[in-house]
């Protein structure tokens, strides 16, 4: 992904597993780094989840 002319790394969080590899892999494909974290993004405790195991993982992600 290209946010202002820089590639970003991302952490996508959702609940389809299909949608989210399908975002992935046009993120990727554009150049960016991507990764997802299967969530239901309007319980809390599930995003804080999916977050904390994104930071864990090595990459550039900022939080």
Do not use: C, F, Q
Not at 26 to 50: C, K, Q, T, W
Request: glycine fraction near 12%.
């Amino acid at each position: 992904m290209t946010v202002a002319g820089r590639t970003e790394d991302t952490l996508n969080a959702g609940r389809t597993e299909d949608t989210l590899k399908e975002t992935v892999g046009l993120i990727e494909a554009d150049g960016g780094n991507a990764r997802y974290a299967v969530a239901d993004v309007s319980d809390e405790p599930a995003v804080r989840y999916a977050v904390e195991t994104g930071r864990h993982r090595p990459s550039r992600l900022r939080g």
